[in-house]
């Protein structure tokens, strides 16, 4: 199980997926950069208070309920400051981040691998990251 997963996709799945098969552990860290449609349209305000009662009211309930993972809506999460991407790569390095791949990767900086890469990351079948190799 992991600490934590970043969810830079969307929707409600993955949240629920974790949830059901343990895949975060129990004091484990789900985080969603956006909400639970991957492709959303917000045409009033009304939409826009749905939108954000969902993300907060799961967050608040997370928070509260020391059974399952937290809910963490972080809508400044790619918000990099100075050193941010040094420090990460240092706690690679060190082994206290894992940074799961997908087997399929890398795939060639071409038109049909990075097709097919878009189709395995849409299609949520993906076992990790998906990586594009620019140039070695």
């Given at each position: 199980a992991f600490d934590i997963i970043l969810d830079t996709v969307g929707g409600k799945g993955p949240w629920i997926q974790a949830r059901r098969t343990r895949t975060l552990k129990r004091n484990g860290?789900?985080?969603?950069m956006n909400g639970d449609e991957s492709h959303m349209q917000i045409h009033n305000s009304w939409q826009a208070m749905q939108f954000m009662f969902r993300l907060v009211g799961r967050q608040l309930w997370t928070s509260m309920c020391p059974f399952v993972p937290?809910?963490?809506?972080?809508a400044n999460a790619l918000d990099?400051?100075?050193?941010?991407l040094q420090e990460m790569s240092r706690l690679v390095e060190q082994g206290k981040v894992q940074v799961v791949l997908d087997p399929m990767t890398p795939v060639p900086f071409e038109r049909e691998p990075i097709r097919n890469a878009f189709k395995l990351m849409e299609s949520r079948h993906a076992h990790g990251k998906v990586v594009v190799e620019i140039q070695e």
């Open positions: 860290r789900f985080v969603v937290n809910y963490i809506w972080h990099l400051k100075p050193g941010n």
